[in-house]
């Protein structure tokens, strides 16, 4: 019999090791590296039911693959889709993170309960009974005769009778609780969460059914994140939100069929999770009374332009080193900022504290936020409000220039769209045409940007 592989791998970003260390050397996390035996490899000839396939490996020219099976369907959400790249492709593994209460159990059973009525759709939980998800699915209304239950965590179980169910469609939620008889860890460790995903992915691609696998996420890295299995799925989103907040957002960290930067927003509900088609909407919901330190911005997320306010407070310090809070905006890019305003725009902040946050939890990685956090921070400072028809965007470099960032124009026709009558943005994304109602300022440099407010 062949020994079992013994690797070690690191939770957070998946690097092996050949031996156990305290620190990873690719992502430098302490404590995160476990032990993780591989499955002994199947018999050759597969001996699972429903493995056809597997036995015979022939070589063919790209061209002369049969592609007739790949149209996608769709999720039943239209933003869903949107970060799917365009809906669900059958023989696909996608992973769907997020913190525990996030919404992932809600989303995909509102998902699967629709997607049931046109085709096999199956919903293994190892979390919650089978009453439990029944009352939910009851309470949201839900059409419920279609949809297939399943309790189960054996994966070899679930895919015994997977392969006899024939579903289109599979939930398995989630992935941390699901185990293999071959190995012998805990359910949760590195391998039961490695090894079952790839038995699972390996049954999606071979059956054509499309995969959903839920993950949690725990900040302390206690049970394996998703991390580690990020190679093996075809696509990873991720549901965020926090618990006191109302809206979610949905976002692809890797996707094989479509582009991984799009963002989908849904907001929960007493009737659980529902759609925002108009996000730009939610988050400018403001008071009518303009206040120092606000300032709206155009983001440009995936293939849609997105509104969104940035408050800024800066205030004097009592403290020796003065407080620099950046939410929803990268701390280190704030300090890049800062330096840039006192070098460029001879401002000197260095005995007040600074915060920064972007309204509504959405995270902000785009550059274009730059100008707008400048001015933001700039009218807090001088306790001036900026005007209230007023939007802003723009990359600020180190030199001080305002440099174009991609989709201007679209980004200011939404902004017009949202009854926005003035614009401060790099100058080479001036409009070729004017814009009607719409004056729009072409800066070049951070002190003609100063000089404009
Ligand atoms: P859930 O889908 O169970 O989260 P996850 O599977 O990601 O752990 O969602 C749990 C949260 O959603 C819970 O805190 C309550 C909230 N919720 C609502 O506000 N409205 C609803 O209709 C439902 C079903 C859940
Ligand atoms: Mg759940």
Known sequence: MAKTKTAYVCTDCGSEYARWLGQCTDCKAWNTISEFRQAKAPARGGNF?????????????????????????SSAFSEFDRVLGGGIVPGSAILIGGEPGAGKSTLLLQTMCTLAEQMP???????????QVAMRAKRLGLPTNKLQMLSETSVENICNIAAKEKPRIMVIDSIQVMHMSDIQSAPGSVSQVRESAAYLTRFAKQHHVAM??????????????????????????MLEGTADSRYRTLRGNKNRFGAVNELGVFAMTGAGLKEVKNPSAIFLSRSD???????????????????????????????????????????????????????????????????????GGVKVTETSIDLALILALVSSFKNTELPQDLVIFGEVG???????????????????????????????????????????????KLSDALEVI
Request: net charge negative; glycine share 8%.
């Open 49 to 73: 039911a429903g493995f056809a396939g597997a036995t015979e490996a022939k070589v063919q020219t790209l061209d002369s693959i049969d592609l007739t099976d790949l149209p996608r369907f």
């Open 121 to 131: 759709a199956l919903y293994v939980t190892g979390e919650e009974s089978l009453q």
């Open 212 to 237: 959903l696998l839920v993950g949690h996420v725990t900040k302390d890295g206690s049970l394996a994140g998703p991390k580690v299995l990020e190679h093996c799925i075809d696509c990873s989103i």
């Open 289 to 359: 009374e303009q206040t120092p330190g606000s300032v709206v911005m155009v983001l440009w997320e995936g293939t849609r332009p997105l509104l969104i306010e940035i408050q800024a407070l800066v205030d004097h310090s009592a403290l020796g080193n003065p407080r620099r809070v950046a939410v929803g905006a990268d701390q280190n890019r704030l300090s890049m900022l800062l330096a840039i305003l006192h070098r460029h725009g001879g401002l000197q902040l260095n005995d007040q504290d600074v915060f920064v946050n972007v309204v």
């Open 398 to 444: 180190l030199s001080g220039e305002i440099r174009p960032v991609p989709s201007g124009q679209e980004r200011i026709n939404e902004a017009a769209k949202h009854g926005f009558k003035r614009a401060i943005v790099p100058f080479n994304n001036m409009p070729k045409q004017p814009i009607p109602d719409m004056e729009v300022i072409g800066v070049r």
